[in-house]
């Protein structure tokens, strides 16, 4: 792609290539045009997506700390940011990269798959009023296929992988065990390729990635692979949906 100034009403050229048509039948349907103003359309009516049957994590202790943060791989990261900014106990969710280095972490150098990013989201949340092992539970039962192997979705790639980068060693015990009991539990018929890799550092993506799903929700890589996320998320854990995301920018 040819890259943007990093102003929040840019629309990148990425993801036009796979789901467009689908997408732009939707929009059709909704009455909207998939590039529009900086005034923020409502989202189409979407059905939900895959729902995965992920039990609750045995191993999820308690914690009283009054914030914590969470990174999450899970493929394109508007979506992965769009479905945490909706769930309730998180204060903030910014897309960015981790698993390199902060010299090369930008959106052309990572997009190339050499530089060890994955794309990724930085959570932030009270762990008083949702637990790590929640977060881990909503990620793999609506945001991420685990058994795909550097691909989500339409994109393929080492920065599309699904890894979780612990920041804390509970955090780490808890992720490991986990997948672990997930892979027993055989929730998915193929096996777990999802890693716990280590922490070596989360950087923000360009300021036009943030908050994309919430600004541009007629988009139609949006439309097609990522507000079923959102829907998913409304549907099968109703009690954790916010419906008013937290951005990272003011919206609107």
Same mark, same amino acid.
């Given at each position: ?82 479905? @945490? ?53 909503? @990620? ?113």
């Amino acid at each position: 792609m040819q890259k943007k100034d990093a102003v929040l009403t840019d629309s990148p050229k990425r993801h036009l290539g796979v789901g467009i048509a689908a997408g732009l039948l939707l929009l059709g349907a909704a009455g909207m045009m998939a590039t529009r103003s900086p005034a923020i359309a409502p989202a189409p009516k979407v059905d939900a997506g895959t729902i995965a049957r992920a039990p609750a994590p045995a191993v999820d202790p308690a914690d009283t700390a009054p914030t914590r943060t969470a990174i999450f791989a899970g493929g394109c990261f508007w979506g992965v940011q769009g479905v @945490f900014q909706h769930v309730e106990g998180v204060t903030g969710a910014v897309s960015g990269y981790s698993g390199g280095t902060k010299a090369n972490a930008d959106y052309d150098a990572v997009g190339s798959g050499t530089t060890g990013h994955a794309e990724a989201v930085q959570v932030t949340y009270d762990p008083r009023k949702v637990s790590y092992g929640t977060l881990l539970r909503i @990620f793999f039962s609506v945001v991420a296929d685990p058994t795909t192997l550097n691909r989500q979705g339409p994109d393929r790639g080492t920065q599309y992988r699904t890894a979780i980068f612990p920041t804390t060693p509970a955090q780490k015990q808890i992720a490991t065990a986990y997948i672990a009991q997930l892979g027993a539990a055989k929730v998915w018929k193929a096996p777990i390729v999802t890693k716990v890799e280590p922490n070596k550092g989360f950087f923000p993506a360009e300021k036009y990635h943030q908050d994309f799903l919430t600004r541009k929700p007629d988009y139609p890589y949006i439309v097609y692979n990522d507000l079923p996320k959102v829907e998913a998320l409304r549907t099968a854990f109703p009690q954790h949906f916010r419906k008013t995301a937290v951005t990272v920018y003011k919206i609107g």
